[in-house]
């Protein structure tokens, strides 16, 4: 058998090693007391001498080959060893110093150094491990590697791998003065340290302050290790099963492996049992096999238990331990490992479950006070705890009585005297009829003087009682085991809670005559039965849905897309309706569907449900202004009774943009456009989706690089990319009859963390299509580095850039490959412009058939009426057949006053028309229009191209003309 590893810290190692030799150079016993029996050093303190010096005669423990202190100051104030604890040395000023043991020469595989620096300004500099080779004399043959260079790290522990280490050769003085105790000299091949044989390890230290004070230099441990073969089990200390069925073949497995000793060799498994079984049932494979290959490769153990034989009745457990015995190939010696292992047939099924409270510090209310597990559609909220404590807590994994794998860790509710009860609310939002059976928990006092006395009462929906009065809580200051407590509900006039109703139980704690201090609570589990319901979702990355509507749109719809997940009943669901509830403005929402609807397949196969409506006719938004309302689906699962699905929906009218050069502007709610030109919207759509959090955008001001119009520095809303290779496209549509001409596309895209390092644009729709319109780069910007990167595409170059009545634009933004664990780091877009101008004019004459240069001027007159080609652009004319009307016109007498009235149309997506209607007496000899004459009685508003004006004039006793101008900025 080969030579175990050098040190007395083999109690930390798992069971299994190979047998062991060791020794601890220096020894911490306030801090590591690994092995009480190798505190040797002294009684009492023993000064050194200035260098190269040995303790005095009294001390026993490890002998020192090489000891020094060298000193700016004539001598340090103090170097000793202190007894039982460390080695100390004090200066007042800078120093260096440098120890070596001596230990049988072994092959050395980690060394291990523990110690602390104290003082003003302290700081250590080119700090070493050193090894001395021991086929060399005691001036040559030693070795170092860097632990640290200058640090200002008061206290420090490290652990060096040889074969990981940067070795030099180390050449020791045992000059006194201001010459160093060491010199480093050359790197050497790591393998001359792997391969050779030592028998002294030492620290060698230089410690500097800044004349401020003392300073105090510890070195509590230094340890050597030497290679063996080590048999590691994982999970190394137990294995559980958990079931309820009571037929239930259940299993786990155990990994083993091994890591190589010196010379390296295989290891055989001889035997892998099963012993000391408390039950029939227990069965393990393989029974033997070789590892022949160190960790991480390993071969995996199967341990099964069968309850069929076995007969385990609810809340009980059958143990055994694995049992593995196994050599290093060639030795003749064997070694054993064991894990214990339990089968547990749980006291309740999973599906039984209606809440479970266990971990106290992230249960609290402070954290959302919900429960840990809860029955689908069942809301369970515990009140009136002031904190999670997680250093206490029960570890009997039971709740109650009833075995079900409760956590052990820590993390117990804690109860203050004078504070409100504990209360534990369950609400039943299933949509079916919930059940309760049990109530079960743990409880203890924390302190001998605490509260000692617990109360349970139940309140709500199920009537009101007292269900448990209790005095003589165990005490349990830290981790261990509660009192168990099992309420038993079955006997109650009413457990049935039924949709929408709720039960309360409150825990009263009291001093029994023990006294006030906190009590515990842990591990809390209501048990019942229900079914688990179908839920119903959205199926795009946002759970509400945005509808825009430019000023020129009267109403506007959207697919809905719905999925379902299956719940207990394992049936499909049927849609029966839509309806809506909270709306800003009452008919301005509506669904067009067939109804009922069946949904066959859960998952997102069901992309079109419905068509949901947004009517702006009826809700006349404003520009910038948007109407809300809350979509309620209606469904019934068969067999599961009616219920109900919600999302928000908005309808939303961006805002007239700043200036003219501007189609649309994105910056804050990004599905549609926050600004654009009348007529004109948009929509963002898939990537991640968008994300409303409160730092995340852009701040800078700008779109891509340009400064006006300013953007906002809301960083509330962006566009948010994640996952491998994402894709979003955003479409631009021209509702109007323009002919708006593309002239750049600009916007700011960033991350914080490595993630997607390029980035693509395309352009496609009835553009002139690229592929690759733009390749970007993207940097990681930092935490919270809002300055986002610029990014600007000139449209001007693309053959097609412009964009007739009815055509569309579509940008598609494709992320670059993600490293794999990069996948959930977001990529942001922000502050989108899409800048060009629109030509309303032309757009409506080439609509109409006029033809360039030959009819198509404003004040062209193809058909020969009385109206120009202005005049019928202006008023919904056809330019192409004549027709002498641009207005409607009647008398009517209103008390006594007789009245001509006039009505024309006017154009709502061009401001630079101006309309004008006066009067005239004479047509031939007045020269202008009178306005002053004709009042405006009517005019209509809300969405849409046209908008009608009426005028009235008193007709009086003369005879007089009425006429409509209209002039284009």
Known sequence: MKRGFVALL???????????????????????????????????????????????????????????????????ATARFLANDRMQINDNTNFHYMVAFDFPASKVKTITTQGSTYGAGVAGDDTYLILHDSTQGPADGWYATLLHSRTTVSTFEYTVEVADATWYTFTPSTVNGTVPLGTIGSVVDVSIITGGTFDEAGYYANVYDN??????????????????????????????????????????????????????????????????????????????FMLTDPDPSNRMVSVVFDNGVAGLSANESATGTVQVIWNEMGSASSSTSTVAVSATRLGFAANKVIAIFEDGPFRSPAN???????????????????????????????????????????GTFIVINGNPDPTVIITNNTGGELELDSLNFDAARKWAASMDAVTVSMSGDLGSATLLSHTGLVQVSNIGNYSDFDIDLTGLAD??????ESVAFTFAFADGGLGTGYAVLDNIAIIGSGFAPATMSRISPYPWESLGASGLDTTVSQTIDLMYAVGDLNTNIVVTGVSFANEDVPGAFSAIGSFPLALPTPGVTNSAVFSLVFDNSV???????????????????????????????????????????????????????????????????????????????????????????????????????????PVATLTITNRTVAAIELTGFHFDIGRWYDGATNFMVSISGDVTSVPALLEGSLVSLGWRNNDFQDYDVDLTGLADHTLAAGESVIFTYTLGAISAGQENIGTWIDNIALMGTADAFGGWAASEGLTVGVNDALHDNPDFDSKDNLMEYATGGNPLVADESAAAMWQAEDSGTNWLYHVHAERQDDTSLTYGVGTKGNLQYEPSWNSGDVEQVGATTGPGLWKTVTNRTDMGAAAKFIGLSVEQN
């Open 211 to 288: 004349g401020l004070g003392v300073l105090s230099h510890y070195l509590w441990s230094l340890a050597v290790y030497e290679p063996v073969t080590t048999l590691f089990l994982n999970p190394s200390d137990q294995i559980t099963m958990d079931f309820s069925d009571a037929a239930a073949v259940v299993s786990n497995s155990i990994a083993v492996s091994y890591s190589e000793g010196v010379p390296p060799t295989n290891v055989n498994v001889s035997s892998v049992s099963l012993i000391n079984p408390s039950h029939a049932g227990f069965a393990v494979s393989p029974g033997s």
């Open 10 to 76: 083999a109690a930390v190692f798992l069971v299994g090693a190979g047998t062991a030799r060791g020794q601890v150079f220096v020894y911490d016993s306030e801090n590591n007391d690994y092995v009480t029996a190798n505190k040797n050093f002294v009684a009492t303190p023993t000064s050194w001498q200035n260098y190269e010096s040995a303790p005095a005669s009294g001390y026993t423990g490890p002998s020192f080959s090489y000891a020094g202190v060298n000193s700016e100051s004539a001598k340090p």
């Open 619 to 725: 809700a006349n938004l404003a520009p910038g202004t948007w109407a809300y309302s809350e979509v309620v689906v209606e469904f019934e699962e068969p067999g599961g009774g009616p219920r109900t699905y919600s999302f928000d929906a908005y309808g939303t009218r961006p805002d007239d943009v700043p200036t003219n050069g501007i189609v649309a502007l994105f910056h804050t709610e990004f599905l549609t456009p926050d600004a654009a030109y009348n007529g004109v919207m948009g929509r963002f759509e898939g990537g991640f989706g968008l994300e409303s959090t409160t730092d995340k955008g852009s701040l800078d001001g700008t779109y891509g690089s340009l400064t006006a119009p300013f953007a906002s520095t809301n960083s509330a809303t962006t566009w948010r990319f994640e996952g491998v290779n």
């Open 495 to 500: 457990r049935k809670l039924s949709d929408g």
């Open 368 to 410: 959302g006070g919900w429960a840990d597990v809860s029955f689908s559609g069942v809301d369970a909220l515990i009140t009136g705890i002031p904190w999670g404590n997680s250093d206490s807590g029960s570890d009997d994994t039971s709740y109650g009585t009833l075995l079900g794998g409760a956590q052990t860790r820590g």
